[in-house]
């Protein structure tokens, strides 16, 4: 059973810090390009940071970038997404997403995890 889980999420306040993480399971991470996706109420969903299977590309939004980094540790079977300067338009619930890099239609969704930022 495939699972992405993620985990990091919580209360910050406006210019700070934090660290998401997705724990994967179930497949073997280098055969998936990985993402971070994130939705607020109202919005449609919005790819955030992306990072190719090597991990030798990576894509990001316009508002984040400069301020998150995308990684991944195959090893450990993870994918990280460092968000620092942190802002109000920031807050909203961030999903992790893998999409093998062969077949598009195998494609895996974690459950999401909240980020606030308090001004």
């Known amino acids: 059973q495939v699972q992405l889980v993620e985990s990091g999420g919580g209360l910050v306040q406006s210019g700070g810090s934090l660290r998401l993480s997705c724990a994967a399971s179930g497949l073997v991470l280098s055969q998936f390009d990985m993402a971070w996706y994130r939705r607020a109420p109202g919005k449609e969903r919005e790819l955030v940071a992306a990072?190719?299977?090597?991990?030798?590309?990576?894509n990001y939004a316009d508002s984040v970038k400069g301020r998150f980094t995308i990684s991944r540790d195959d090893a450990k079977n993870t994918v990280a997404l460092q968000m620092n300067s942190l802002n109000s338009d920031d807050t909203t619930v961030y999903y992790c997403?893998?999409?093998?890099?062969?077949?598009?239609?195998?494609?895996?969704w974690g459950r999401g995890t909240q980020v606030t930022v308090s001004s």
């Open positions: 990072i190719t299977s090597s991990g030798d590309s990576t």
């Open positions: 997403n893998g999409r093998h890099v062969n077949y598009d239609v195998i494609e895996y």
